[in-house]
């Protein structure tokens, strides 16, 4: 439960502070006194949004700050969650700069929006007259049904797992996409793949077969020479070879006249090796060298691939193919592992649907149980707040076996008819603003009782009743405050005498400035207060007593 409010520098507001008590709490005031800006004061520090306008002066920091008892409510797994400090204490804290910026705090803490309003919609529920169009949406009808359902485990299962399920769905999507591209392009990458693969490219190939090229262009000229170079070596009559073996001879002859020549004619005779050598290996060379015309065309003409290839994948090198090779082969490969993507991924949302499906089937078991309970209680509570023709009922419809919603696969509606005789239709159709307003107390009031919601508030609920129904709508207020706390703001003195606690705000000058404030009152002065909404601003002692009798 809320148990107390700060506010500081908001709107009308410069400083006031509101110690609220278990039970019906009741806040009266004139019109315009700022009793709805508490309550819109209440709302920033339960994740609402606000601007720089909610400041009351621009030089200031707005602070509002609520202190809520929590410990009685399961609360420790958020906690947790967010990474925050659990307190039974537990103190929400919302801050607005002049310049419009905003920071919110759990137990001191810093938090995003997001987690404050996460929060504060476990902590309270605020309803306004504004807001009975709200009994419209699907969406609120249907949390009613599974606040009563009491199966938000498995609601909170089937969420988490639906969430998982579309996200799946839009990858299947964009993978279905991908692979009719890929499948576009499939036909041009093999083209490109089977081209050069049938190539049949070896790294360093292209170097080699310039030079055997080379070879073969000039094998004519090559031979002559290679013959040429033989000849002066080893075989004319003037042949080197046959000139240096005469020296050696000779050289041999002075050897015994002179130490020195021996030495030299050793040189002349390694000479004479190594040149016998280098002239039969030219000669082989000269063996090897073949005038081979068919063979220069097939290394021309493999040449001439390899350079068509190189121009027409912008490569330079047999290398630069091989590797343009392989990312043709790697994107094949990418192209036909989609299709086993595909065929797993299927296979999965096929599983995850079966399980939202049996998920989706009990949650619409435990609906379906308690829309005659629901029905039942609203029907008596319309009875209590003077509608005694009024009847109420829930219908609930699932949509195709096909389709899955983000809560399941059921639709609720709220059927309503006021007067006997009439056909039960959508609210929307057949109810009044003050039919609504009642119609929407009771059923609030149901639904935070089950929702176990700590505190609801009531922002002139009553609008559009009075007499007697006021007196009936004030008792049930007080029967709903036997299980959570319940913030009424009135102008009823029906529903005012009912309160444990009351508030009054009033307005008061401060130099050049008015400003909203609240104090609580005592016993008489809420016997005062109350005869004054009976009366006027004189009571008499008629409406004194009549006062009185309302609050006993």
């Known amino acids: 439960m809320l148990t107390r409010l700060s506010i500081k520098n908001y709107t009308i507001i410069d400083e006031l502070e509101i110690?609220?008590?278990?039970?019906?709490?009741?806040?009266?005031?004139?019109?315009?006194?700022?009793?709805?800006?508490?309550?819109?004061?209440?709302?920033?520090?339960?994740?609402?949004?606000?601007?720089?306008?909610?400041?009351?002066?621009?030089?200031?920091?707005?602070?509002?700050?609520?202190?809520?008892?929590?410990?009685?409510?399961?609360?420790?797994?958020?906690?947790?969650?967010n990474d925050l400090d659990y307190e039974p204490e537990t103190t929400l804290r919302r801050e607005i700069t002049a310049e419009g910026k905003s920071r919110a705090f759990i137990n001191d803490?810093?938090?995003?929006?997001?987690?404050?309003?996460?929060?504060?919609?476990?902590?309270?529920?605020?309803?306004?007259?504004?807001?009975?169009?709200?009994?419209?949406?699907?969406?609120?009808q249907l949390s009613v049904v599974d606040g009563f359902a009491g199966h938000d485990g498995l609601l909170q299962e089937y969420k988490e797992k639906f969430k998982a399920y579309r996200t799946h769905q839009t990858q299947l999507q964009k993978l279905e996409e991908r692979n009719q591209r890929a499948a576009a392009e499939a036909d041009y990458y093999?083209?490109?793949?089977?081209?050069?693969?049938?190539?049949?490219?070896?790294?360093?190939?292209?170097?080699?077969?310039?030079?055997?090229?080379?070879?073969?262009?000039?094998?004519?000229?090559?031979?002559?020479?290679?013959?040429?170079?033989?000849?002066?070596?080893?075989?004319?009559?003037?042949?080197?070879?046959?000139?240096?073996?005469?020296?050696?001879?000779?050289?041999?002859?002075?050897?015994?006249?002179?130490?020195?020549?021996?030495?030299?004619?050793?040189?002349?005779t390694s000479a004479l090796i190594e040149l016998r050598d280098v002239s039969q290996e030219l000669d082989t060379l000269n063996g090897q060298t073949l005038l081979d015309e068919q063979r220069r065309q097939e290394v021309e003409q493999r040449i001439d691939l390899l350079y068509r290839l190189e121009q027409k994948h912008q490569c330079s090198t047999v290398e630069e193919l091989i590797a343009r090779r392989d990312e043709f082969s790697d994107k094949l490969n990418t192209i036909s592992k989609l299709d086993e993507e595909l065929g797993a991924l299927r296979k999965q949302l096929q599983t995850e649907k079966e399980s939202l499906t049996r998920l989706a089937a009990e949650l619409s078991a435990g609906r379906q149980a308690v829309l005659p309970l629901i029905s039942n209680q609203v029907n008596a509570l319309l009875k209590e707040t003077g509608m005694p023709d009024a009847r109420f009922r829930l219908d609930l419809e699932q949509v195709s076996d096909d389709a899955l919603l983000p809560t399941g696969r059921d639709q609720v509606h709220f059927r309503f008819s006021a007067n006997?005789?009439?056909?039960?239709?959508?609210?929307?159709?057949?109810?009044?603003?003050?039919?609504?307003?009642?119609?929407?107390?009771?059923?609030?009031?149901?639904?935070?009782?089950?929702?176990?919601?700590p505190t609801i508030v009531f922002d002139e609920i009553d609008t559009g009743i009075s007499?007697?129904?006021?007196?009936?709508?004030?008792?049930?207020?007080?029967?709903?405050?036997?299980?959570?706390?319940?913030?009424?703001?009135?102008?009823?003195?029906?529903?005012?005498?009912?309160?444990?606690?009351?508030?009054?705000?009033?307005?008061?000058?401060?130099?050049?400035?008015?400003?909203?404030?609240?104090?609580?009152?005592?016993?008489?002065?809420?016997?005062?207060?109350?005869?004054?909404?009976?009366s006027g601003e004189n009571p008499s002692p008629s409406a004194l007593k009549n006062a009185k009798e309302l609050m006993e």
């Open 467 to 534: 007499g007697e129904v006021a007196l009936k709508v004030g008792k049930l207020m007080q029967g709903f405050s036997d299980h959570l706390q319940v913030i009424t703001i009135t102008h009823l003195p029906q529903i005012a005498g009912k309160g444990k606690t009351h508030y009054f705000v009033y307005k008061e000058s401060k130099a050049d400035s008015t400003f909203a404030n609240i104090r609580k009152l005592e016993e008489e002065e809420r016997v005062l207060e109350i005869a004054k909404m009976l």
């Open 190 to 268: 093999q083209f490109q793949f089977d081209e050069l693969e049938n190539a049949a490219l070896q790294a360093g190939e292209q170097d080699r077969l310039e030079q055997e090229m080379l070879r073969l262009t000039h094998a004519e000229e090559i031979k002559r020479t290679l013959s040429a170079a033989v000849y002066l070596l080893d075989e004319g009559e003037t042949s080197v070879t046959s000139q240096l073996k005469e020296a050696e001879r000779q050289l041999a002859a002075l050897e015994r006249y002179s130490q020195e020549v021996a030495p030299l004619n050793q040189r002349i």
């Open 420 to 453: 006997k005789g009439h056909e039960l239709a959508e609210i929307s159709k057949v109810a009044s603003g003050g039919e609504l307003s009642r119609l929407m107390f009771c059923v609030k009031g149901l639904a935070a009782r089950n929702m176990a919601l």
């Open 109 to 140: 803490t810093p938090v995003t929006l997001n987690q404050l309003k996460e929060l504060g919609e476990k902590l309270v529920d605020i309803h306004s007259q504004h807001q009975t169009r709200q009994l419209n949406t699907a969406a609120f």
């Open 19 to 81: 110690n609220f008590s278990s039970g019906l709490n009741i806040i009266t005031g004139e019109t315009g006194a700022g009793k709805s800006i508490i309550i819109g004061a209440l709302g920033l520090i339960l994740g609402d949004r606000a601007d720089r306008r909610a400041l009351h002066t621009a030089a200031g920091k707005c602070i509002i700050e609520g202190d809520f008892r929590i410990e009685a409510h399961a609360l420790e797994e958020f906690f947790e969650e």
